[in-house]
């Protein structure tokens, strides 16, 4: 695994493909509250590239560019989160989205095990630390374990999602994995207006 740090914003002459894993680091899980600190990139060949924001008004045009084209693949983990931070950041509308979490939920019924880690070590055989998950993201210079773990998230989001393309395939659930990715950026809309604890779907 190789590192590259970014501040702000990612080189203008960078190429990452046609498909690209991609996470975020907050100081928190509150949108409206908890500003970003940290966008993690990698296109599954063992280059991860780390952009740190320290300034949340300065709009990287490198990395906006890139997540808005629809060509591009967009892996998540947790697609949820990461669409609504960068949504409510920089007021960008993400598709084509393939999130892991909710394909890991769609085929491997049975279990409850779903987070990134138990998905590394049972479908890769990958044993990873979350350790500093809940570190303070917002400082100005990251620790090479916060880089480490930061990078580790989109690392393996390539092969976790070949393997679970596989398992949608076989128990013939692409369509609605399908269907349910496409749903994800106004599922975030409705987090973003006030609706996020509440199911309207329900009775």
Request: charged share 30%; hydrophobic share 35%; with cysteine.
């Amino acid at each position: 695994m190789k590192i590259k740090l970014h501040q702000n914003d990612l080189p203008e002459d960078i190429k990452l493909g046609k498909s690209i894993a991609i996470d975020t680091e907050a100081m928190g899980l509150n949108h409206q509250r908890d500003r970003l600190c940290l966008v993690q990139l990698s296109n599954g060949n063992g280059l991860c590239h780390l952009i740190k924001i320290n300034d949340t008004n300065f709009k990287p045009y490198n990395l906006i560019k890139i997540i808005k084209n629809k060509k591009v693949l967009k892996i998540f983990h947790y697609a949820r989160f990461d669409v609504g931070i960068l949504k409510h950041t920089y007021g960008v509308d993400i598709q084509n989205i393939f999130c892991t979490k909710i394909a890991s939920k769609l085929v491997r019924t049975f279990t409850d095990k779903h987070g990134y880690q138990d998905l590394c070590k049972e479908l890769l055989n990958k044993k990873i630390t979350k350790i500093e998950q809940t570190s303070d993201w917002g400082s100005n210079k990251l620790t090479l374990e916060q880089q480490r773990y930061a990078a580790i998230d989109v690392l393996y989001l390539h092969k976790i999602k070949e393997q679970l393309n596989k398992m949608l395939i076989r128990e013939d659930r692409v369509k609605i994995a399908q269907a349910c990715f496409d749903f994800i950026p106004f599922r975030t809309d409705l987090d973003l207006q006030g609706w996020d604890d509440q199911d309207i779907f329900k009775h």
